[in-house]
């Protein structure tokens, strides 16, 4: 198989796909490790993008930062311990100007990380210690329509796309392709509600709406994370995952995608 190749792309996003399921069916405690892993290697991505554009980043008060909080899901304590946690992160990174002699610009780009990815991927790690009837739809909805229109405006983009979608930015994705994956990714989202219509039983009218708001989400996360590669000059965040890049070229839809389900769906599950 070439490298990169579609076959390789294929294999590594379906063994990726077997990670998530078996943490995700075993339990909260292999959640909140399947995805503080995701985290501390996406750090690391991000961290190595921002040196390249004149940072000198930290990726570890991300990771301490990751790590407080997922233990503080766990816990279920009050929201004011995240507050906490939040606030042990700065003074970690005001530390580090203090003892490393480093700017507060880079004081700053530290944060950042903090910020994207890893408040991103919090947000997947609070969700996988919630009640199962809020964290499967949501899970589900992500997963199928964001994926999903990853996928199709891949394919059907390279097949038939003509017009660029954001050139400056991302010169391969297509106006036609985008189409595709919102058409298409919001019918497979619909997928989530066939599966779980008698586990959880929403009305497939939120399944239908929060699957289109997911793609055009996803897309639009999938541009910021080309914009950050492009100022870095670099074209995939590593080659952690083959045929994908990194952890974030990977993740990048699912980033922006997963607050919209959530969103969504809680506004349906507390009425």
């Known amino acids: 198989m070439k490298k990169g190749g579609t076959a390789v792309r294929v294999l590594t996003g379906l063994a990726l796909f077997g990670f998530l399921v ?61 507050i906490t946690a939040g606030s042990i992160v700065v003074m970690l990174a005001l530390l580090a100007a203090l003892f490393q002699r480093i700017s507060m610009r880079d004081v700053l780009g530290s944060c950042i990380i903090c910020l994207y990815p890893t408040l991103f991927l919090l947000g997947y790690a609070y969700l996988s210690v919630q009640d199962e009837t809020l964290m499967y739809p949501v899970l589900l909805i992500t997963l199928f329509a964001a994926a999903g229109c990853d996928m199709f405006a891949y394919f059907l983009g390279r097949a ?6 954001c050139p400056s930015v991302s010169p391969h994705k297509t106006v036609e392709g985008s189409i595709a994956g919102t058409v298409l990714g919001t019918a497979l989202g619909m997928l989530a509600w066939v599966i779980l219509k008698d586990f959880a039983p929403i009305p497939w009218q939120v399944y239908l709406v929060t699957s289109f708001f997911c793609t055009i989400a996803g897309q639009l ?32 839809s699912f980033c922006f995608a997963m607050p919209v389900a959530y969103f969504a769906i809680v506004l349906f599950h507390t009425t």
């Open 22 to 82: 078996v943490s995700v069916l075993l339990g909260p405690e292999t959640r909140l490790c399947f995805f503080y892993a995701v985290i501390w290697f996406a750090a690391r991505e991000m961290s190595d993008a921002l040196n390249r554009m004149g940072f000198q980043t930290h990726p570890w008060i991300a990771r301490i930062l990751a790590l407080a909080m997922c233990l503080l899901f766990y816990f279920k304590d009050e929201t004011a311990f995240y």
């Open 221 to 252: 996360g999938d541009l910021v994370a080309s914009m950050i590669k492009r100022q870095a000059h670099i074209k995939d965040f590593s080659d952690l995952l083959p045929g994908h890049g990194g952890i974030i070229d990977r993740i990048d």
């Open 160 to 165: 038939f796309g003509r017009h660029k979608l």
